[in-house]
């Protein structure tokens, strides 16, 4: 039997209910589960049973609904509040919550990255995103800096834990995107394959260690085991103090 017109589409939105609230929140859902390639107003409308004008009494562009869904995911992102804990728990901690962030709404890196190729000054949205980035990297560079790491280390640490987190959340994104359709034991499963039948004379290690490198591509855990490696560089790093001051000053030797 074939499909009736208009399967598979969410209902219409009740008259009068449109909101901008409304219409970020569908625009986020919308890019999480197609991306942002494929987004338009015109699918948003569809997305939401309205005429594509409607959306535009709300949102002058779509750059400018970008600028809105930016700001709704990270005003809501506050880091975490300091705690008594040791600096690395919290630090550990801070970066865990950001890389669960990006991969629980992919849709997050996708406006970043469409945020620096757009130009034009700075909006409400815009400072508002700017806001919450800078309030995580000011906890971030307090717990470095409350444990005597040294301006140019808390500051090159720093970057590399977000770099290394960035680069971990689109890697699991990725990983997802390539078949959709497929579990992550299934991906794993045909990675292991793919290793074990390649020449073991050329790459006996590599097919040796076949099943472990299959399990190591289990993104939160892999992420969780990478960040613990920089982190323990950080604890003991012999040119920075291993005694670390949790109280967000400066040492006075570093200052």
């Not at 709300?58 to 509040?81: C, G, I, M, N």
């Not at 959340?169 to 497929?182: E, K, Y």
């Amino acid at each position: 039997m074939s499909p009736q017109p208009g399967a598979g589409r969410r209902p219409r939105a009740p008259r009068n209910s449109l909101s901008a609230e409304l219409i970020v929140d569908s625009a986020l859902r919308l890019l999480d589960e197609r991306g942002i390639d494929a987004f338009s107003m015109r699918a948003l409308a569809e997305e939401l049973g309205v005429g594509t004008m409607a959306l535009y009494t709300y949102f002058r562009s779509k750059e400018e609904l970008f600028q809105a869904a930016r700001a709704r995911v990270f005003t809501q992102h506050a880091p975490p509040v300091r705690t008594d804990a040791p600096w690395a728990d919290q630090l550990r901690d801070a970066c865990l919550a950001l890389y669960g962030l990006f991969t629980g709404r992919p849709s997050v890196l996708q406006l970043l990255a469409e945020q620096h190729r757009a130009e034009g000054p700075e909006g409400r949205e815009e400072q508002a995103t700017a806001g919450s980035a800078a309030a995580m990297m000011e906890h971030m560079l307090g717990l470095l800096r409350g444990a005597g790491i040294g301006r140019q280390q808390a500051a090159r640490a720093q970057t590399a834990l977000v770099q290394y987190t960035v680069g971990a959340a689109l890697r699991a994104g990725r990983a997802r995107c390539s078949d959709a359709h497929c579990s992550d034991e299934e991906r794993r499963r045909r990675l292991r394959a793919r290793l074990e039948s390649l020449p073991a004379e050329e790459f006996p290690l590599v097919v040796d260690l076949a099943p472990e490198l299959a399990e190591a591509q289990k993104g939160a855990e892999q992420y969780a085991f990478g960040l613990d490696l920089i982190l323990v560089g950080l604890r003991t790093a012999g040119s920075w103090e291993k005694a670390g001051r949790d109280d967000g000053a400066p040492s006075p030797q570093h200052i």
